[in-house]
């Protein structure tokens, strides 16, 4: 788990880029360490081209307060030497501030270190001695690195240096501090922009020591509020903390840590009303959420998650936490509307939730219309029409304008879900037999589920879980499945009283599924897990097909087919008190979404940034590759996501990094815009620019 001494552990390093040469470097332990506690780090030798090493001999440095060095041994490589035997000799040299070592691999010349990359040439381990940071650094004070080839000659390589941190005993017993949040709890619901509104991460600790730092995971429970932005607060902010980092993860929340003073001579007194962070969040549908002091959000692309600490006096203490309910409230149901496709009359339409105001969207360039989804975040709507010569994927505005085919060749696309932070379309083919996703401009397209399906159908996403749930029309039974979002650990949730499941809808917060069964024309539900299956509507006008679930209201709603047309119907979420929504004009409505949109398209401003200026200065350069690396790797701050996507392809990864390298040294293509001056982003995409000051 990251505590505040990570931190320190972070800052011992930097990335280094040399030019394929040469490299000598020491590990170090990926957590820190406790007094009496063992690390052992490795030795690796880069030696990529050139004649094969004969000899060589360093030395290593470290604080000989904080370590001791116990043993110095043989890496992997240098031990299978002479046949297993080892090196024709191996001397060690132990002080209290470090080591040497000298290394003769074979007289004869018959056993060399070869040219190779990471070769592990020996395993050092370290006991803690007392609290404190050490750097482990190839020194002089015990013989510089000197690496003798087998002609004789001599080099000295450059060295990257390893850290050890060692706590001091932790104590869990936190109950002298407490955090908590402040602001609003009601923000009412707007029409697609949405509403902003303040939440405060809040400490009190009216006794206990004095607090040096901090670090927590926050994270947002429900879809109907999202983090835009989070910046320190009012009693952080005036401090000038020597360390502070603010991460936003969309769909997730948001992570922090801070240490106010590494000296501990600047600390927070014994008080209450602390103002640590002040985070804005933005209002996406009416109904309930909440935010919570967490342990596992992880700074991506990183493996470790940050857990909610407090640390005083240098012991790491786990505080009295509390939850901040947000209850969305409606403005009223203009903006709350339902989608669906009518492929009778090949048509995408929408209503108010009570069937008033009935609209028709776009009625040219379908063919065979299936499943729809709205993203508001996005201000689009995306189909699947799985007519055989022309089946494909479409986009729209929500008020069905610029209609555009992002992803064809398909091959009976049905199913469709989306995953606006996440940047991807989910959609199954009932053709193939497959289950798909792409980024949202349709490239890279992955197949995620491709064995064990008979006639997939219905695909939704809970983001929340990371999981996507679908149905399979299979033989004798259907079935209902559920696997993460990139198709592993699949489950299968219910394979029995199935026959042709269609459409499936999900209500976390209840922890229940819900689908229609066109085979034996009823609206089921279960848990989650499959579990505790129920027949709620069963007297169906024909055959229920698409599905959707309004939280507000507690109400579901689906779609009807019978002998005189369809018809949208709703009931409680018991299947109780059925009404129709839309009685007539519909041919043959198949899917249904419903979503908090505005009548008119979005109009969100776009910020200007210049591509690949990664730290903010307004140039581009080697800075913004350390920058962007620092942020990728080391929990550095990202100012502006969308300066960072180098190569624009929706994501932040290291291909970035070695792109705008490529583009800054090599013979690669310059980032695209915007580039080389300030700009909006030209492509839709999910990422933010948060802070960016460079550009006006």
């Not at 040096?212 to 835009?228: H, L």
């Not at 995953?419 to 949202?440: C, M, P, Q, V």
């Not at 169906?540 to 209201?553: E, N, Q």
Request: proline fraction near 6%.
């Amino acid at each position: 788990m990251v505590r505040l001494t990570v931190i320190l552990l972070l800052l011992c390093f930097s990335f280094q880029l040399h030019a394929g040469g040469d490299l000598l470097s020491i590990g170090y332990p990926p957590d820190p360490i406790d007094v009496g506690e063992v690390a052992t780090v490795d030795v690796v030798f880069d030696h990529p081209a050139g004649l094969s090493i004969q000899s060589w001999t360093f030395g290593v440095c470290h604080n000989g307060a904080v370590l001791a060095v116990e043993e110095v041994g043989l890496g992997e490589v240098t031990q299978a030497m002479n046949g297993g035997a080892g090196p024709s000799t191996f001397e060690v040299s132990i002080t209290s501030e470090g080591f040497e070592v000298a290394v003769t691999t074979s007289f004869t010349g018959l056993s060399l270190l070869p040219v190779g990359e990471e070769m592990g040439l020996h395993q050092v381990s370290y006991v803690a001695v007392e609290p404190g940071f050490t750097e482990l650094t190839f020194c002089a004070a015990l013989g510089l690195p000197e690496f003798t080839d087998v002609s004789g000659a001599v080099a000295i390589p450059p060295t990257v240096p390893g850290c050890i941190t060692v706590e001091a005993e932790t104590s869990t017993t936190g109950s002298d501090y407490h955090l908590y949040f402040a602001g609003d709890t009601t923000p009412v619901e707007t029409d697609l922009d949405g509403t902003l509104f303040s939440v405060r991460s809040m400490l009190d600790f009216p006794s206990g020591n004095d607090v040096q730092g901090w670090s927590m995971s926050v994270c947002t429970y429900g879809a109907n509020i999202r983090v835009d932005n989070v910046v320190e607060g009012a009693t952080l902010a005036p401090l000038l903390p020597d360390f502070s980092i603010i991460e936003v993860l969309p769909g997730q929340g948001w992570l922090a840590a801070c240490v106010i003073d590494f000296m501990g001579v600047q600390t927070l007194p014994q008080g209450v009303g602390y103002e640590l962070y002040d985070a804005e969040y933005h209002v996406i549908n009416a109904g309930p959420a909440e935010i919570c002091y967490c342990d596992h959000l992880i700074n991506p692309p990183g493996v470790v998650p940050t857990e909610t600490t407090v640390t005083a006096q240098s012991a790491t203490l786990n505080p009295v936490r509390s939850c901040h309910e947000i209850d969305v409230q409606p403005s009223g149901s203009s903006g709350r509307k339902i989608y669906w496709t009518d492929v009778g009359h090949n048509k995408i339409r929408r209503s108010n939730l009570d069937g008033s105001n009935l609209e028709e969207l776009v009625t040219t360039g379908l063919d065979a219309p299936g499943s729809i989804v709205v993203e508001p975040t996005l201000g689009k709507m995306f189909w699947t029409d799985w007519a055989a010569a022309t089946a494909h994927i479409k986009q729209a505005n929500l008020d069905g304008s610029d209609p555009e085919i992002i992803i064809e060749g398909l091959s009976g696309p049905y199913g469709i879900s989306v995953d606006a932070f996440g940047g991807k379309i989910y959609w199954t083919e009932f053709s193939s037999n497959r289950i798909r996703r792409a980024n949202l401009d349709g490239t890279n397209i992955e197949d995620l589920i491709t064995t064990g399906l008979s006639h997939v159908n219905g695909i939704t996403l809970d983001l929340a879980a990371q999981k996507m749930y679908w149905t399979d029309q299979g033989f004798p039974f259907g079935t209902i499945e559920r696997a993460n979002l990139d198709g592993s650990d699949r489950e299968t949730l219910i394979n029995t009283v199935l026959v042709a499941p269609m459409e499936i809808a999900l209500d976390p917060a209840g922890g229940k599924l819900y689908w229609c069964d066109l085979g034996t024309d009823v609206v089921h539900r279960a848990n989650m897990d499959g579990s505790d299956i129920e027949n709620i509507v069963t007297s169906t006008f024909g055959t229920p097909v698409g599905i959707a679930i309004d939280p507000l209201t507690d109400r579901v709603f689906w779609s009807d087919s019978g002998s005189g047309g369809s018809r949208l119907r709703s009931a409680n979420l018991d299947g109780s008190g059925i009404v129709d929504v839309v009685a007539s004009g519909i041919g043959s409505c198949y899917g249904l979404t419903l979503a908090t949109v505005s009548l008119d398209p979005p109009t969100m401003p776009g910020a200007s940034f210049i591509r690949g200026d990664t730290n903010g200065d307004g140039l581009v350069g080697i800075a913004d590759a350390i920058s962007g690396l620092d942020a990728l790797f080391s929990m550095g701050p990202m100012l502006c996501s969308d300066a960072n996507d180098v190569n624009d392809d929706t994501l932040v990864n290291i291909a970035d990094i070695i792109f705008l390298l490529d583009a800054l040294f090599g013979m690669g293509t310059p980032p695209p815009a915007p580039y080389p001056g300030c700009g909006e982003d030209p492509s839709a995409d999910p990422l933010s620019c948060e802070v960016y000051a460079a550009c006006p």
